[in-house]
């Protein structure tokens, strides 16, 4: 199992930005993993944000994150980071960070297998 625990949420005006940070266990970049970032709004279904390879450079984005958010990470010390911009209201809600073995599936969070309890995200207008 892996461990993953995030931190960073927070309150700001639109326009701002925050850092997510998710810790995660050092065994998963050794091998071929998937860490995602999902985000749930109130009352909403969880919805894929970003996510990148444990093994390798590639990232991915859904089309409401691309030119706003930035994932990367950090293997020596065994975080992954979501840089948010520009932020908007419709971005309040919980995030979170999850992972799996194998390719990314931001699409279908029900596919990954090891969740945080997530860090809450509130941005006012």
């Known amino acids: 199992q892996v461990q993953l625990v995030e931190s960073g949420g927070g309150s700001v005006q639109a326009g701002g930005s925050l850092r997510l940070s998710c810790a995660a266990s050092r065994i998963i970049y050794s091998m071929h993993y998937c860490i995602s970032w999902f985000h749930q709004a109130p009352g909403k279904e969880r919805e894929g944000v970003a996510g990148?390879?444990?093994?390798?450079?590639?990232?991915y984005y859904l089309d409401s994150a691309k030119g706003r958010f930035t994932i990367s990470r950090d293997s020596a010390q065994n975080m992954v980071y979501l840089q948010m911009n520009s932020l908007k209201p419709d971005d309040t809600g919980i995030y979170y960070c999850a992972a799996r073995q194998g390719d990314c599936f931001l699409q279908v969070p029900r596919w990954y297998t090891d969740w945080g309890q997530g860090t809450q995200v509130t941005v006012s207008s």
């Open positions: 990148l390879y444990t093994d390798s450079d590639q990232t």
